[in-house]
């Protein structure tokens, strides 16, 4: 992941999350500051690139400390929304601080 738990770097361009999911039904999700951003990240196999500098980023991320959330989920096949729940497999959380 980048940028790493607990570091202070200068602005940066991307939040960078590796990961191994490869189930039809988990999927991935990336959020900041409490907000979701996955629809805004590039997912690819086995990793998760949020861009700051594309210009569709929801959360703004300047100077000062910020919490990344990463949350891996089983989602149903047939999943029907208002219906069904969302499994959350396992969660992981960090700090980081842009000076």
């Known amino acids: 992941m980048y940028p790493p738990p607990g570091a202070e770097a200068a602005p940066i361009a991307e939040i960078q999350v590796e990961h191994n999911v490869s189930a039809q ?3 991935i999700r990336l959020s900041i500051d409490g907000t979701d951003v996955t629809v805004y990240s590039d997912v690819d196999t086995g990793e998760l690139i949020y861009n ?12 000062g400390m910020h ?3 990463v949350e891996r989920r089983r989602v149903p096949e047939d999943f029907d929304i208002g219906v ?6 396992g969660t ?5 601080t842009i000076e």
Do not use: I, K, M, Y
Request: zero cysteines; hydrophobic letters at 35%.
């Open 92 to 96: 992981f959380e960090w700090e980081f």
């Open 84 to 89: 069904d729940e969302v499994e959350v497999l």
């Open 25 to 27: 039904d988990e999927q």
């Open 52 to 63: 700051l500098e594309s210009g569709r980023s929801p959360v703004e991320v300047g100077p």
């Open 67 to 69: 919490t990344a959330t």
